[in-house]
């Protein structure tokens, strides 16, 4: 198995020392060339989500992605991540890959000094350490959207067939168990 980590913008490097810890072979998309390389998954990290969305774009990955993902490419998305693949951004008319039936809110918990840390309840792996910076969170969801975790009354964490999103930072925390149930996913090929 290999995963390929988009490392345009963000928290890539988090993730791939988390794969490495978990002995997963990665691999970096950084250009379209990146795009004929052999991958499994693909992970979309937390950073800025306005300004992956543009690089994407401009580097002719936004296509190819999109289309790989709708295909069945199981993909997980963290923070940033998850805007991406949100169909619907509740504070902004900008969209990006919108594969993921829900709606997710920008920046939801305020602006730097509205991130914390928790441990909160995770479908299937028990309470988990949650790192929220800047995040968003789900705010509405399609009936084929798996919830996965709420916290504070606010979906944080969801599934939808190949694809897997975190309104928080796994790849922040010591524990591996998100990563894990990611690549079960697509080891799985799993699609539904």
Known sequence: MRIAVLALQGAFLEH????????????EIRKQEDLHRTFDG???????STVQGRLLKELGLFQPLQSAI?????????????LLLAKHLQ??????????????????????LGSFSTRGEFAGLGKIPMT????PYIAKAASGVEPLAVVDGRLV???????LATAFHPEL???TSVHQMFAQMVSQGHIQ
Do not use: K
Not at 42 to 48: D, K
Not at 98 to 106: I, S
Not at 157 to 163: K, M, S, W
């Open 16 to 27: 791939e020392a988390m794969l490495s810890r978990l002995g997963i072979s990665w691999i």
């Open 42 to 48: 693909l992970i979309l990290p937390g950073g800025e």
């Open 91 to 112: 504070n902004d008319a900008r969209t990006h890959l919108a594969t993921m039936d829900l709606t997710a809110v920008r920046n939801a918990y305020g602006r730097q």
């Open 173 to 175: 925390t010591g524990d």
């Open 132 to 135: 929220f910076i800047r995040a």
């Open 70 to 82: 709708q295909a069945g490419l199981p993909v997980f998305g963290t923070c940033a991540g998850l």
């Open 157 to 163: 964490a969801a599934r939808q067939g190949n694809q």
